[in-house]
């Protein structure tokens, strides 16, 4: 992950970025949302295989510099201003452990954690019974905890891949969605 970044510009695609990418790109459905699009790469994507796709950003800024055009783009945390529920929500978490979130591209506050629970709290009803949730964390974070809470939250949980770099691991999870 990028820490180095000018406060103003969007996180550019980078490892994590191309990792779920990876993934999505053999996805297709009706709607899909990407939480914190940043450049707007995965997103993008999405609107590839994908009728209907929904980005956010918690910063308005991001989102106007979108590199990757992409059509429909909502300012808020996680999916609180969305009123749709989705056949596949993505999102390459802000996971890094840092004590407070002075940088919210990267910061996960406390073990990366506390930045992922609010999202994940957040776009859990607007998932379809059935539908998935697929995230990037990291073995910088307490991925574990994460996973553990994502289950009690009423996901079926699987780690899909993880990835080797040269100082963190990369982990792509899948949320299968069991309860309405
Ligand atoms: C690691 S970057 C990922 C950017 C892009 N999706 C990618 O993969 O290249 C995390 C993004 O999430 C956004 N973000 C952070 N906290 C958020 C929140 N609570 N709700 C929505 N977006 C958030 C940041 O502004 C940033 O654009």
Do not use: W
């Not at 996180?11 to 899909?32: R, V």
């Not at 596949?88 to 840092?98: A, K």
């Amino acid at each position: 992950m990028h820490k180095k970044l000018s406060e103003s510009e969007p996180y550019p695609p980078s490892e994590d970025t191309f990792f779920l990418a990876d993934y999505i790109k053999n996805e297709k459905g009706e709607c899909a949302l990407d939480i914190g699009t940043g450049s707007g790469y995965l997103a993008a994507l999405l609107e590839k295989s994908f009728s209907l796709v929904v980005a956010t950003d918690l910063v308005f800024n991001v989102l106007k510099k979108h590199e990757y055009f992409t059509t429909n783009n909502v300012c808020c945390n996680g999916a609180d201003a969305i009123n749709q529920q989705f056949d596949l929500v993505i999102c390459n978490m802000p996971y890094l452990n840092t004590d407070d979130v002075s940088d919210v591209r990267t910061d996960g506050g406390k073990d990366g954690l506390e930045i992922p629970i609010k999202i994940i709290d957040s776009a859990k009803s607007q998932i379809k019974p059935g539908g998935k949730f697929v995230y990037v964390t990291s073995s910088l974070s307490d991925f574990k905890k994460l996973i553990s809470y994502t289950k009690l939250e009423g996901f079926d949980v699987s780690i899909l891949a993880k990835k080797k770099l040269f100082f963190e691991e990369l982990i792509l999870v899948k949320a299968v969605k069991l309860l309405p």
